[in-house]
């Protein structure tokens, strides 16, 4: 697994826009995030950059989340996820999310780079 100081951002500025890097502390409950994206705050309502799960008040967010990156810090590997959900700001989000490991000592993932786009936005509830 890469290391958070392999990857250089200048390299990813086209898809700068579209990452989250959250740091994790042992557990995938216990994390930060260290930067979030422009259009990925945008899309959520507002930037969570240096927020901890407590910025997760949606049940529903916070169970796709722990879901999905609990796969990515236990299993040591990549994941992809096209998914659906209302976040804690009461936005309906269809994401597709590629989330990656990084380890700072090559045995735990301790970061994960997530590259998340939307497919459709809306302000409120789920339709139909």
């Given at each position: 697994?890469?290391?958070?100081?392999?990857?250089?951002?200048?390299?990813?500025?086209?898809?700068?826009?579209?990452?989250?890097?959250?740091?994790f502390?042992?557990?995938?409950?216990k994390?930060?995030?260290?930067?979030?994206?422009?259009?990925?705050?945008?899309?959520?309502?507002?930037?969570?950059?240096?927020?901890?799960?407590?910025?997760?008040?949606?049940?529903?967010?916070?169970?796709?989340?722990?879901?999905?990156?609990?796969?990515?810090?236990?299993e040591?590997?990549p994941?992809?996820?096209?998914?659906?959900?209302?976040?804690?700001d009461?936005?309906?989000?269809?994401?597709?999310?590629?989330?990656?490991?990084?380890?700072?000592?090559?045995?735990?993932?301790n970061?994960?780079?997530?590259?998340?786009?939307?497919?459709?936005?809306?302000?409120?509830r789920?339709?139909?």
């Amino acid at each position: 697994m890469p290391a958070r100081a392999d990857i250089d951002p200048i390299e990813m500025r086209e898809w700068l826009g579209n990452l989250v890097l959250v740091e994790f502390f042992g557990d995938v409950r216990k994390f930060r995030i260290r930067v979030d994206g422009t259009n990925i705050a945008e899309a959520g309502g507002r930037g969570r950059s240096g927020a901890n799960v407590e910025a997760l008040t949606s049940e529903e967010e916070r169970d796709v989340l722990f879901r999905q990156y609990s796969v990515v810090l236990d299993e040591k590997r990549p994941a992809y996820y096209e998914t659906e959900f209302t976040n804690s700001d009461g936005r309906y989000l269809r994401e597709s999310k590629l989330l990656l490991p990084l380890s700072s000592d090559g045995e735990t993932v301790n970061m994960v780079l997530a590259g998340i786009y939307y497919r459709q936005i809306s302000s409120n509830r789920r339709p139909g």
